[in-house]
């Protein structure tokens, strides 16, 4: 597993510096799929050096990722593990050049994540886990290991964009609130302390939880769909995530804290 994990950590910054090397480009390339969410050429940079890479790492590992075509479930249901990507989480953001957007590599293993990197190139920053071995934050060459916060003010992690009552209308407590862009990113500031929760409300991926998930529960909080069910991988013909709620310390009352729900 160490060996795995520095060579993504390795691999994700290639893939950062793939991405930041189209960031300022007048034209990125951006492009409407048939979801209806952006891809840019940054997308298909980064997928591309992932891909090569955990190749070459290794061959018998199978890969899933956001830019790839998905095969089908009786195709997939009997994979042991597999690499599951997100090239660039935050298409949107990095089109709106915030900065706050992502690569995102995760390991999976009878279908739970256990080892998970998450690169924000624009900051120099990697977030990282892998199963029993903790959560870490690696900046200018220095590594940490982080922890979740323990109870005080709630602080809420917000999308730039979404409106605020898309997802304070679930919460029974009042809170502060730090606004960020990537699912992802948000995630991670979980894991280091810095906010307490965050909703996401609206389609996403499994490659949008793979990575966080494992880095989240590793710094001791935990990751779930909107009705405090454990997430799937890998367990069904859609790879679409339900809502989901990303919680810090265990302390926190969560379910009087989120009222749950299910997306109509």
């Given at each position: 597993m160490h060996e795995y994990l520095e060579a993504c950590i390795s691999l994700a910054e290639q893939a950062g510096l793939a991405i930041m090397a189209i960031y300022k480009q007048d034209?990125?390339?951006?492009?409407?799929?048939?979801?209806?969410?952006?891809?840019?050429?940054?997308?298909?940079?980064?997928?591309?050096?992932?891909?090569?890479?955990?190749?070459?790492?290794?061959?018998?590992?199978?890969?899933?990722?956001?830019?790839?075509?998905?095969?089908?479930?009786?195709?997939?249901?009997?994979?042991?593990?597999?690499?599951?990507?997100d090239p660039m989480d935050g298409t949107g953001e990095f089109i709106l050049e915030s900065g706050d957007f992502a690569v995102n590599i995760a390991l999976v293993e009878h279908n739970k994540p256990v080892l998970g990197v998450i690169h924000w190139p624009a900051k120099h920053i990697t977030y990282f886990a892998a199963k029993q071995e903790g959560a870490f934050k690696r900046e200018d060459g220095q590594t940490e290991r982080i922890y979740v916060a323990p109870p005080e003010t709630l602080t809420l992690a917000v999308s730039r964009r979404q409106k605020l009552e898309a997802v304070s209308q679930y919460l029974n407590a009042q809170f502060a609130t730090i606004a960020l862009g990537s699912c992802s990113l948000k995630a991670c500031i979980i894991a280091e302390g810095k906010a307490d929760c965050f909703l996401r409300i609206g389609p996403t991926g499994e490659w949008d939880t793979g990575a966080s998930q494992i880095i989240v529960e590793e710094a001791g909080g935990s990751i779930t769909d909107a009705q405090f069910n454990p997430l799937?991988?890998?367990?069904?013909?859609?790879?679409?995530?339900?809502?989901?709620?990303?919680?810090?310390?265990?302390?926190?009352?969560?379910?009087?804290?989120?009222?749950?729900?299910?997306?109509?």
């Open positions: 034209d990125v390339g951006a492009k409407e799929k048939s979801d209806h969410t952006p891809v840019t050429k940054a997308d298909l940079a980064s997928n591309e050096v992932l891909m090569a890479g955990l190749n070459a790492i290794a061959p018998d590992i199978p890969i899933m990722s956001e830019e790839v075509p998905i095969p089908p479930l009786a195709e997939r249901q009997n994979w042991s593990r597999y690499w599951l990507l799937t991988y890998n367990q069904r013909e859609s790879t679409e995530n339900p809502d989901f709620i990303v919680m810090g310390h265990p302390d926190w009352e969560w379910q009087k804290i989120v009222t749950p729900h299910q997306r109509p």
